[in-house]
């Protein structure tokens, strides 16, 4: 049998350390489906470890990219890859604190499941954002919070998991409530002008473990896609008073956004041009993504391939069918993605 030759990324550090401890399993999994494993550890801090400099030092030589750990560890291994000609498929194990990205697309953390997807899977074709030239594979954020998922620190995270988020969300509750930035925002010749509070650019349902777009007047149109070539924005007004601040917590907490609320604005769009008087911090994919005056934020449609299992509900939730690496439907995708 001609062994497929596979890069496989491991952050041992992801979710509760649950990444390092599943690596055995997952490699041994890899092989029995076939796989020929170049493995490397993720190590940010060492410049010619890292996934940018491990990807483009190979480019050709491997037929399928794998990473073990969460969103973060997806993000930096999605901006590598963008970089390059020939993008390869994309086989994630999530074993980060929210796996957002995987959740979205139907990913299970079934170590043996997700690598029989080697042979019996097939290729999702993912829409991919860009914000001032940073991919960024699910959201895009600003304001109140949004500055919890990296800056809560890796040791609290692999104790408490999920909840340290909570933990260091609510030990920063007066300084996100008050947060407020004036914004232009430009979409689809509309023009979106005052005191935001929060602002999400997102390619899937869930952010940071919540249902961000489960409001009834989303639920109106398509379902959050990840190969439809729009995002989906959502965007909320700083309130004036604790009376608005009362109400956007409840048009949130009943996910009734549909009430025409003057305080929160949820839309789909492709390109947005976001300018402030003062410079915001992003985040993308829960990782640091820079502070910014102007922000120019772009859908790239199906610029990434993941590799799903042929269970998997993740292309019905990515708005069409699954397909064969080669555009086919249902007869051909049965046949391993990757031959």
Not at 137 to 154: E, I, L
Not at 229 to 255: C, D, H, M, W, Y
Request: hydrophobic content about 35%.
């Amino acid at each position: 049998m001609e062994r497929k030759k596979t890069l496989l990324f491991i952050n041992a550090r992801a979710g509760m350390e649950k990444g390092g401890s599943e690596s055995y399993r997952i490699m041994e999994a890899l092989c029995r489906q076939g796989c020929e494993l170049t493995v490397y550890p993720v190590l940010p801090a060492v410049p010619e470890l890292s996934i940018d400099s491990i990807l483009s030092g190979n480019a050709g030589r491997f037929e399928l990219v794998s990473c073990v750990g969460g969103d973060g560890t997806l993000h930096h291994l999605v901006n590598a890859l963008m970089k390059e000609e020939e993008r390869m498929p994309i086989l994630y194990f999530p074993f980060g604190s929210t796996n957002d990205f995987a959740r979205s697309l139907g990913i299970p953390a079934s170590v043996t499941r997700n690598a029989a997807s080697v042979t019996r899977g097939s290729l999702f074709p993912c829409d991919i954002g860009s914000l001032n030239g940073k991919y960024f594979s699910y959201v895009a954020a600003f304001g109140s919070f949004t500055k919890v998922s990296y800056s809560t620190k890796q040791d609290l995270k692999n104790v408490l998991g999920y909840p340290a988020y909570l933990l260091h969300g609510l030990q920063t509750l007066p300084e996100n409530l008050n947060y407020s930035r004036r914004l232009k925002i430009l979409h689809d010749g509309e023009v979106e002008e005052g005191d935001f509070l929060f602002g999400a650019v997102s390619n899937t349902s869930s952010i940071g473990g919540f249902s961000a777009f489960g409001s009834s007047a989303l639920k109106q149109k398509p379902s959050p896609a990840l190969n439809d070539g729009l995002f989906e924005v959502l965007l909320i007004r700083a309130p004036k008073n604790i009376q608005e601040l009362t109400e956007i917590i409840g048009s949130l907490v009943s996910a009734q956004m549909d009430r025409d609320s003057p305080y929160i604005r949820a839309f789909k769009s492709a390109e947005l041009f976001i300018e402030s008087e003062r410079s915001i911090e992003w985040t993308l994919d829960g990782e640091y993504g820079g502070k910014f005056r102007r922000a120019e934020i772009r859908n790239h449609p199906k610029s990434i391939r993941i590799l799903l299992p042929a269970e998997s509900g993740g292309a019905e939730k990515g708005g069409g069918k699954r397909r064969s690496a080669d555009g086919r439907g249902k007869g051909a995708e049965r046949k391993a993605a990757l031959n």
